[in-house]
């Protein structure tokens, strides 16, 4: 077997020891049984369940519909993030760490790359990963809620998350603020 991975972001290796290092700490815990704990999200109530759907249906609505129009225009640093991603898509020899466009690491923008990739160059690729972070963080908004605090706690902070203007309108552009909330969350859940 030959691999080759010259090609291959280090940061790719660096999630996936991140992921063996949190399976390795479960696994050392003992098993998870999975469907009590997926059991234990959703109250056996229909009526609790539809709302939680309900919700998160609405969250995913806001931040997908017309995301390709609204907002209007593409911001310079959303054009930056585009193009760098473009670039790491068409290239296989463009592997940077550091984003310039960014001045961050350039882990988002290899979001952008895939969606880029998978859709075509426009400003709906562009904003897609922004905008199932924040899905994906209403989710375990939810999920921590519920697991820390009880099943009201988490309807109530589903739904202020859900309708929460500060994580629609960034999750409305295509920059890397709502991966913040999604990856603080996702340590949580892991805590919890």
């Known amino acids: 077997l030959n691999l080759d991975l010259a090609g291959v972001p280090v940061q790719l290796f660096v999630l996936l020891a991140a992921v063996a290092w949190v399976a390795a700490a479960g696994i050392a815990d003992g098993p998870l049984p999975l469907r009590r704990w997926l059991g234990g999200l959703v109250q056996h109530d229909p009526w609790y369940a539809l709302l939680v759907l309900a919700l998160l249906v609405l969250a995913a609505f806001l931040r997908l519909s017309r995301l390709d129009e609204l907002p209007a225009g593409v911001w310079y640093d959303e054009a930056k993030i585009g193009l760098e991603g473009w670039h790491i898509a068409q ?3 463009f592997r940077p760490m550091y984003s310039e466009g960014t001045t961050t690491p ?11 990739g998978l859709i075509g160059k426009s400003v709906l690729a562009l904003r897609l990963p922004s905008a199932l972070a924040g899905i994906a963080s209403t989710a375990l908004v939810f999920v921590f809620a519920r697991l820390a605090f009880g099943p009201r706690v988490a309807l109530a902070a589903l739904t202020l998350f859900a309708v929460a203007r500060w994580d629609i309108n960034f999750s409305r552009i295509a920059m890397q603020g709502p991966t913040t909330p999604l990856l603080t969350l996702l340590a949580a859940v892991a805590a919890v």
Not at 106 to 116: G, K, Q, W
């Open 106 to 116: 350039a882990a988002y923008v290899y979001l952008v790359a895939l969606a880029e």
């Open 91 to 93: 290239d296989a020899t």
